[in-house]
């Protein structure tokens, strides 16, 4: 059980294009779902919180125009980045909790290694 | 910032037991301490958590000392396929506390 689905899982785009990366829990509703990245050789950095139904939490250095979240339903929360630049090359992986609060794990998605040319 | 104290790497022989260190002084008494690992290319997977008792499932076991401060996850037969970064994660109990900040990992390089 727990499973998070991301999609796709590599995508190549122009500069200044955008590109979304989708986010589903397969066999549970998630309230609340998190957003992180992964330079190369680096640890995961979380950029935002989303939430079903209000406005993402972004953290800090994190742009939120660039990086559109949209948390519409209870199982799909998706990411734009929006006007992409070779430097936003990255892994973007997205999690979810299975309940509330810190006693319930987060399970990860299988990422998406996005390259922008 | 992450709270976790973890060595930058690790080697264990095949078969023998991987023993990995965190170091947590300043959790809080209502914090949880998690276990990830990443194999290469791939989203974190879960191992264990827990709050102040021992735990065990079918992947680990994790020993948390009395005072908190320390903990150990224990593979007990490491395997090839258990090469990865392992995090060790202190993580908030509630829901506004509960974001998982990942440190750096210990590299564990299981070896035949």
């Known amino acids: 059980g727990a499973v998070v689905s991301q999609h796709p899982s590599r995508v190549i785009c122009k500069s200044g294009t955008s590109v979304k990366i989708e986010c589903r829990s397969l066999?549970?509703?998630?309230?609340?779902m998190f957003w992180y990245r992964q330079f190369p050789k680096q640890s995961l950095m979380l950029m935002a919180t989303?939430?079903?139904?209000?406005?993402?939490?972004?953290e800090q250095g994190v742009e939120k125009d660039k990086f559109l979240i949209n948390h519409a339903s209870l199982t799909l929360s998706t990411l734009t980045v929006t006007s992409a630049h070779p430097e936003d090359s990255s892994f973007y992986i997205c999690?979810?909790?299975?309940?509330?609060?810190?006693?319930?794990?987060?399970?990860f998605g299988n990422g998406t290694r996005l390259t922008v040319t | 910032d992450a709270k976790t104290t973890q060595p930058p790497s690790m080697d264990c022989a095949e078969g023998r037991a991987a023993n990995l260190p965190c170091n947590h002084s300043?959790?809080?008494?209502?914090?949880?301490v998690y276990w990830y690992r990443q194999i290469h290319s791939q989203g974190p997977q879960y191992i264990i958590h827990?709050?102040?008792n021992n735990e065990t499932n079918e992947m680990a076991s994790l020993i948390i000392t009395e005072d908190r401060k320390s903990s150990t996850l224990i593979l007990p037969h490491a395997t090839l396929r258990d090469t990865a970064v392992y995090y060790c994660?202190?993580?908030?109990?509630?829901?506004?506390?509960?974001?998982?900040?990942f440190g750096t990992g210990t590299r564990l390089q299981v070896f035949p």
């Open positions: 999690s979810a909790r299975t309940g509330t609060g810190g006693g319930s794990p987060l399970h």
């Open positions: 066999d549970f509703q998630a309230t609340t």
């Open positions: 989303s939430n079903e139904g209000s406005k993402a939490t972004y």
């Open positions: 300043t959790i809080s008494g209502n914090e949880y």
């Open positions: 827990g709050l102040k």
């Open positions: 994660i202190v993580r908030g109990a509630s829901r506004n506390t509960d974001k998982l900040i």
